[in-house]
């Protein structure tokens, strides 16, 4: 059974320094990774999906995945204070299969 | 173009009363599904449907929880009987094809409380 842990639990970051959240999970052979954001009172906003080993980026938002190690992570670049939000990290083979993390809090201070 | 809408957004309830949420896809979208998120938790999946078809509804609570999609467009989870531990945000998510490699696009949720 697939496990996703997310780190840190809630993250605080000066506006316009980088945040880097991290993902780890249980079944390397997974091939379809996503990073979502969910602002209160809206639904999750898909960031960026990566498949294969290595980076993705789309905008300000960058995936980094490494299979072997069991990790990917999340870097935001020049974050604002409207990028403050909970970061749920997304792992399966197939879109039904989904297993979630718990989520980071990431807090941009002004 | 339209997301994905559900309403209401929020319900408040007694222990054993029923409520229903509905959810209007993206338009063309095949494939639809179900989440319970309770709070700071990722999202559960309750059940999801291919057009009007039920294909995955093994986590569902089948003795109070009931979900339908008759024309494959919009769809409907019903609660009969709630109770307080089903206090959470019901999301409600779809998708092109659901293909292993196709984006969840998911409506705002409703948010229910039971008392």
């Known amino acids: 059974q697939q496990k996703v842990q997310q780190s840190p639990e809630s993250l605080t970051v000066s506006e316009g320094a980088m945040a880097s959240l991290n993902c780890t999970f249980s079944?390397?052979?997974?091939?379809?990774f996503r990073w979502y954001r969910q602002h209160s009172a809206k639904g999750l906003e898909v960031l960026v999906s990566?498949?294969s080993d290595g980076e993705k980026e789309e905008g300000r938002f960058t995936a980094h995945l490494n299979r072997a190690n069991l990790h990917v992570s999340l870097h935001i670049r020049e974050p604002q204070p409207s990028d403050s939000a909970v970061y749920l990290c997304?792992?399966?083979?197939?879109?039904?299969?989904?297993?979630w993390g718990s989520g980071t809090k990431l807090i941009i201070k002004p | 173009e339209a997301g994905v809408t559900q309403s209401p957004r929020y319900a408040v309830l007694q222990e054993g009363q029923a409520v229903s949420f509905w959810c209007d896809p993206i338009?063309?979208?095949?494939?639809l599904y179900w989440y319970q998120q309770p709070r700071d938790q990722g999202p559960q999946l309750l059940v999801y449907?291919?057009?009007?078809?039920?294909?995955?509804n093994s986590q569902l609570p089948s003795d109070r929880f009931s979900a339908v999609r008759p024309k494959g467009t919009n769809s409907t989870l019903k609660i009969q009987s709630a109770k307080q531990g089903d206090t959470a945000t019901y999301l409600c998510?779809?998708?092109?094809?659901?293909?292993?490699?196709?984006?969840?696009?998911f409506g705002a949720g409703t948010r229910l409380s039971v008392l």
């Open positions: 998510a779809s998708s092109f094809d659901g293909g292993s490699q196709n984006t969840l696009y």
């Open positions: 338009s063309g979208h095949d494939t």
């Open positions: 449907f291919r057009d009007e078809a039920v294909i995955d």
């Open positions: 079944d390397g052979t997974s091939n379809n």
């Open positions: 990566i498949f």
């Open positions: 997304a792992v399966s083979m197939s879109n039904y299969q989904l297993i």
